[in-house]
């Protein structure tokens, strides 16, 4: 296997193989403590124009052997640096709650350093950075990050049930959430990509108003759509968002 090859299979994970090229591809980006697996029923739901490729940062699943990114500026260098290959089909990028502000950091490197950019951006269950005040609710618990992620509800209840791989899941989920809370990004000029944000109706972490914010971080179009659901999307929810997206897709190429 060349290195080119090592670096591809480590980052991205492609659940569905398709005989043709795609027109597009759909970068998705993963939440804290969360891992590419999330992803794996996209392609069969998605138009077969549309390839996801499910990004996979270090600390989880295959990669749980490598130590997970705690700084929002490195990951970006090191998935710049993944992603060349890729940068020569159009593409798209969707995250939710952290991975939205992966995403939305990689777009800015990749606009700094003058290379393709995403023509368009999906963010999901994220407040938008206009509304962050450097105060973090997984911050100053008595019952910790374990506490956490039972009160966040995206952990499936079997793994809650064992207290040995719940403690192992926790340095991973620490370094996510340092990502984000030292990041403290405040960009001077906007992107000029067409932004479209999905928002929980009972989202307490990232409601409506709070995701409406992510119009100022563009200068092209903003749409904001509200799904029945809390921070992480039921299966109702998720068709929802994946037939919407599809549909941008589609329309814009």
Known sequence: MTQLQDVDRRWFKRFGRREQPSEVRLLCFHHAGGSAAMYRKWPGLLPASVEPIAVQLPGRADRFGEPAFDRMAPLVDALV???????????????VSMGSRVAWALAHALRERAMPMPFMLFHACDVAPVNDDDVWPWEGRTDGLEGYMREMGGTPPEVLAEPELVRALVPTLRADLTVLSTHGFRPHTPLDVRIRAFAGAEDWTAPPDQMAG????????????????????????????????????????
């Open 214 to 253: 992510w119009q100022a971080e563009t200068t092209a179009r903003f749409d904001l759509d509200v799904v029945p659901s809390g921070h992480f999307f039921g299966p109702e929810a998720e068709q929802q968002v994946i037939r919407r997206i599809g549909d941008d897709l589609v329309r814009a190429r």
């Open 81 to 95: 640096n993944a992603l060349l290959p890729l940068l020569d089909r159009p593409f798209a990028c969707y995250g």
